[in-house]
């Protein structure tokens, strides 16, 4: 990796983790240039605009997401082991353990995106948003391929219930800090999967 690259990438990770708690709004060149002791000129040099700086921070959380969320899921065996690791690397990547200090990139923007108009930045997320979910229709997939889960669950609905326990843990942890919500997210997966078990 050459010195640019290095530089960016650490500009990246410094902006993933200030977007977790500031929202991509809160972010400008600026404050950037502030946190990692660079010239405005320097991060115009790699980022031309506010846009483009936007875009690929959403693009480095998903790869943040990736590799410490997707991949390491994909070495548990298909089917029910699999759809647990993913739900425990989830949870931790919503309370910082993988991920950043504001907890899962994805569920802090979506709020501040999901009436923003076409363009760039709305459409990079609506992309990571999409692989998100696609990750844990896939998963469940698994489980009903290999006979662990009846085949008459739609695989979208189980994705979609599995997605509004993980927002509402997010939810309950960080704005409400409640400190049953770990337990009630582990009581509420553990409920969908006894619906779904063949």
Not at 48 to 55: A, D, F, G
Not at 106 to 132: C, I, N
Not at 149 to 167: E, H, N, R, W
């Amino acid at each position: 990796m050459s010195k640019g690259e290095e530089t960016r990438a650490a500009v990246l990770d410094e902006a993933a983790r200030l977007v977790s708690v500031a929202g991509l709004g809160g972010v400008t060149i600026g404050l950037l240039a502030d946190r990692t002791n660079l010239s405005k000129s320097g991060l115009f040099a790699h980022f031309k605009s506010k846009e483009q700086l936007q875009v690929a921070v959403i693009e480095r959380a998903s790869d943040l997401f990736a590799e410490r969320v997707v991949r390491p899921v994909v070495k548990a065996p298909r089917g029910e082991p699999r759809l647990r690791e993913l739900f425990d690397r989830l949870l931790r990547w919503d309370n910082g353990d993988l991920s950043l200090p504001g907890g899962c990139f994805f569920t802090s923007v979506s709020a501040e995106l999901d009436d923003a108009p076409p363009g760039p930045v709305r459409d990079r997320f609506l992309q990571a948003a999409r692989d998100y979910l696609d990750t844990l229709v896939t998963v469940f997939s698994s489980g009903v391929s290999e006979g662990q889960f009846t085949s008459d669950i739609d695989p979208q609905q189980f994705a979609f219930d599995l997605k509004g326990v993980l927002m509402s843990y997010h939810h309950a942890s960080r704005l409400l800090a409640d400190p049953k919500a770990e337990d009630r997210a582990r009581t509420a997966f553990e409920a969908l999967l006894d619906a779904v078990r063949s």
